[in-house]
């Protein structure tokens, strides 16, 4: 499609330029290129992708033969689908995401499963987040428990930019606050001690390991939502030694990790004085995330 490759003289029908897309993407090396080829059309004409079967022999009009020919290129400089759509589903509900924020991922589900399991529903439970990103986390939390308050942190301007409009349209401002800095300390003082949960899902890959990345990851996630020093666990370090100054007495922290590290962040929360560790695997079986509580 684009001027130089694509045919211009006939006409481009739904099914001509989904298989078009799908043989481009396939050679720019897109994973599931046919599958993305009919969610980017589908995108391109604000319509449902079931629609395109329906309109197989339409030709596309000319606004959306724009759009689909800005969209194509930008996924074959392999720029995540969730930036070009806008937006990314977790926990069966819709986040808006874009360049800047990490799009959310399936394991990070595991980490929403394993807090709840934390959280009653009878009182009220005080949560922080450490690097809520799109907010995907803080937001999933209050939608799923009215009880639950979350103060999150970011360090990230545009984390703040799109946790801010999913915090408003999944309309949980009244349990969610966010703010911008670093780790705890742009917290109020006052809730030193005061939280029942800390959670967070840290950057955690090490540094050299970014080379052997999807360029969709390496190239256009941002760094600071990635990468954390030498082995990957910088922040997570420093979470762990600093969360019993934030804790109740028997407060809890689960963590989201790489499977690798799964074992040593158990070993660095029993080090900081936890008492019960446990790892879970997410949905594909990985160990995933590490819990610990106080008492
Ligand atoms: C792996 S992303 C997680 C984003 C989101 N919570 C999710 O699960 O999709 C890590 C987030 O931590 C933020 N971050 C990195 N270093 C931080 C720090 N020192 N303090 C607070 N946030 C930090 C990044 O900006 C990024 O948004």
Known sequence: MSDSTAPTDDVWTVQRI??????????????????????????ARKCQRIRLYT????????????????????????????????????????????????????ETETLIDVSLEHISKDHAVNVCEVGFGSGCIAVTLAKQCSSVSVLATDVARQAMKFATENVASHE???????????????????????????????PYIREDEMATLSPEVAVHEPREA????????????RLI?????????????????????????????????????????DLSGNDRVVSAERS
């Open 18 to 43: 989904l298989q078009w897309t799908a043989d481009f993407l396939r050679q720019k090396e897109v994973e599931s290129p046919r599958l993305e080829a009919e969610l980017l059309l589908a995108h």
């Open 226 to 237: 990635l990468v954390s020093g030498a082995d990957g666990l910088v922040l997570a370090r």
């Open 55 to 106: 309109d197989f022999e339409t030709p596309l009009a000319d606004d959306e033969r724009a759009r689909m020919r800005e969209f194509v290129k930008r996924r074959a400089g392999r720029e995540p689908l969730a930036y070009i759509t806008g937006h990314k589903e977790f926990y069966g509900r819709d986040f808006a995401v874009g360049s800047g924020v990490l799009v959310p991922r399936p």
């Open 172 to 202: 949980v401002g009244h349990q969610v606050t966010l703010y911008e800095g670093d780790g705890f300390s742009p917290l109020p003082r006052e809730t030193a001690g005061r939280f029942d949960g800390i959670v967070s899902n840290p």
């Open 241 to 281: 030694a600093e969360a019993c100054d934030w804790l109740t007495e028997d407060g809890w922290m689960v963590l989201e990790v790489d499977p690798a590290q799964c074992e040593t962040v158990a070993e660095l929360f029993s080090a900081a004085g936890f008492a019960k560790t446990a790892i879970h695997q």
